[in-house]
């Protein structure tokens, strides 16, 4: 069993929703802005203190450290748990946007998400087949699996018409129809925005659950 404790639940709570170049691309989590730098100093672990609310020294001592340490090695299977257990009903809603605070954020978004970039606040509708991407997606640490997104088929959007129940006519190359592989693939964009809302927004208590093993 895994305890979900509330610090987990802030630390996640106040993640910013990233696009990760890698591959097609695929959204991934950051802790914090501090990690663009791989800074791992005092300022850092400050900075998941506050984001957890976590008191600590200045800077922190050891035993603080380790704590910090042990919580955001957490943080895989605390965003697997949210994804599996958190209740998010679909519909339009507005949040306020962390990736707007990010210097350089729209050099790495596609072009489906670009004005992301410095928009204070975001108006998207959640719907039923973003839920459904998001619980089967794969994911490494907190990086959507960017070779294997959604399964193991030659082309992920083949995966996704899996996932979402559509009828799929193959090319030649064994892709989707031109059209459909468009579509498909804006929506896969779009699990970032859909990503952040699960983060602020989607309803999960603390408490003790089954494991969700993460990679």
């Known amino acids: 069993m895994f305890m979900l404790t509330q610090e ?5 709570r106040k993640a910013t929703v ?3 170049p890698i591959e097609a691309g695929v959204p991934a ?9 791989g800074e791992d100093g005092a300022d850092y672990y400050q900075d998941i203190a506050r984001r957890a609310a976590i008191a600590v020294g200045e800077p922190p001592n050891a035993a603080e450290v380790a704590r910090l340490d042990a919580l955001v090695d ?18 339009a809603y507005t949040y306020q946007n962390p990736l707007a605070t990010l210097p ?9 998400l670009s004005e992301l970039a410095a928009a204070p606040k975001v108006t ?8 459904l991407l998001l619980r089967a997606a794969r994911w490494r640490q907190m990086f959507m699996n960017a070779k294997r997104p959604y399964g193991d088929m030659t082309y992920f959007e083949l995966d996704m018409a899996a996932i979402l129940g559509e009828p799929v006519e193959r090319t030649e190359e064994d892709a989707l129809p031109e059209a459909q592989q ?6 896969h964009t779009e699990t970032l925005p859909a990503l952040q809302l699960y983060l602020l927004q ?4 603390p408490g003790e659950y089954e494991r969700i093993p993460a990679e």
Not at 76 to 91: C, I, M, Q, W
Request: overall charge negative.
């Open 8 to 12: 987990q639940l802030e630390l996640l």
């Open 18 to 20: 990233v696009w990760a």
């Open 29 to 37: 989590v950051m802790l914090s802005p501090l990690q663009l730098s």
């Open 74 to 91: 957490a943080m895989p299977e605390v965003l697997a748990l949210l994804l599996a257990h958190g209740r998010l009903p679909t519909r």
């Open 104 to 112: 350089n954020a729209g050099n790495f978004l596609p072009e489906e």
């Open 124 to 131: 998207f509708e959640l719907t039923d087949r973003h839920a």
């Open 182 to 187: 468009q579509r498909l693939w804006k929506l």
């Open 202 to 205: 989607a309803r999960i208590e």
